[in-house]
């Protein structure tokens, strides 16, 4: 394949190059030249014009719940006040954006509260906005749900009324949460492809279920074409170390899948106040006080130990700069190298030690966006310590960028938008002095790779504009015109 007419953009200065030929050979980069000069390619080769746009490397995502994601990509936004009229409006403006489901899929809505409605509404109702389309919206307590026809149909309960509530809401949810493998692949194919829309030509899979061997299946079937590192979990290392398969290493010989890290998690979420943290949280008593540390330092050293054996880096989840602490101190006594996953609250005594163990931070951004109203209470003592990018690179740390899908979306621009800006809506950047330039941002996203050269992997993505020309809106809402992963098309838009 032959990109005619690109401009490569350097990550690092920002500044684009004259026209060239980038010839792609395989899942490789074969040559650059400058348009006009040598003539490559042949007869039998693919040409695509870009017409002089902009072509940087392919971004990742380094943080993805696989199989939740795909779920997630399922469920319409409901909200919590709404009345029954409202809801229905608000499902008739984002079920255009959802894919004709099939076979046992209904499409879901989440979070409705019926408790101040006078009457319940009915399937046809619903029925009205959704068509046949199988629709099912749950209340935020579970105690009710809200069927159109033909999702009563495709739950065996055509026999209710559209508003199932108590015992019958409950058997309605058991059957929503059983989705066949099928139609959960046919979702997560899509949701790879929204991705690739938006440029991302890699994710690291951080599903509790998740296996090379399902990823390799779903690849042979042509479906989500992009590069899978796949996470394994403690439960399952004594079976990953035995199938020899170092991290980074391809699962089989021409995919796009290879074994992930050990994924280890050591303490919870900010929202939850279970971020493993020095200090206790405000007003909290009790042993969780401080939040919650899920496994002994001994154990946590024991398993990474085991990882460094088997050749698996540890990608390990802290969020509280006690958890922080610990496992950058287990990274040390280990000698393993890997990511820290989220370091949301870090010590300024652990700032260099990610540079100096050889430890990447593994940041969500877009955590910022919905984090910073809760970590401005919880945290509010400290919010010098919180999201402190800026401080993390400065101190020689290497910064990945992810999403956590479903937590926040598979959305690389987003993330990098709120890097740069710390905000993505009408409020102003929250503590901007930890606010990192849009190169290292896009470096973030890219996992370092500056450029696209010849003998580099054949990961690109051609833009119409110019990242480093716009921000804001504009800027977080970036579309790729083309997504090339390991040499395949994977997104087109010319
Ligand atoms: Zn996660």
Known sequence: MLLHRARLLDLHTGVPGF???????????????????????????????????L?????????????????????????????????????????DAIADSDGDGIIQGFGLRASRWPANPSAADLDAVTGARPVAIVSADLHSTWCNTAALERLGMSDRPGFLTEADSFTAQIRLAQVSPRTLDRWLDECCRAAAARGVVGIRDMEFSSSTDLWLARQAAGRCPMWVQVAVYPARLQEASGRHLATGQSAAAGSMVEMGPLKIIVDGSISSRSAWCRKPYQG??????????????????????????????PAVHAIGNLAVHTVLDAFARTGAAGTLEHAQLVDDADLPRFAELGVAASIQPAHLVDDRDTTDVVWADQPHLSFRYRDLLDAGARLLMGSDAPVSP??????????????????????????????EALLASTGGVSAVRPGGRADLVALDVDPFTTHGEELGSTLATLTIAGGLISHSML
């Open 19 to 53: 026209p060239c030929d980038i010839m792609i050979r395989g899942d490789r980069v074969e040559s650059v030249h400058p348009v006009g000069g040598e003539t490559v390619g042949g007869p039998d080769v693919e040409v695509i014009d870009l017409a002089g746009r």
């Open 55 to 95: 072509v940087i490397p392919g971004l990742w995502d380094q943080h993805v719940h696989a199989g939740q994601w795909a779920l997630a990509s399922r469920r319409l936004k409901v909200s919590q006040t709404a009345r029954p009229e409202e809801i229905l409006a608000e499902i008739a403006a984002q079920l």
């Open 284 to 313: 909290a008593v009790g042993p969780q006080r401080n939040g919650v540390d899920s496994i002994p330092p001994e154990e946590l050293e024991s398993l990474m130990t085991r990882a460094r054996a088997a050749g698996l880096r």
């Open 410 to 439: 598979v959305d690389p621009w987003l993330a990098i938008r709120v890097a740069v800006e710390r905000t993505a809506d009408r409020r102003p950047g929250w503590h901007l002095d930890q606010a990192i330039t849009l190169s």
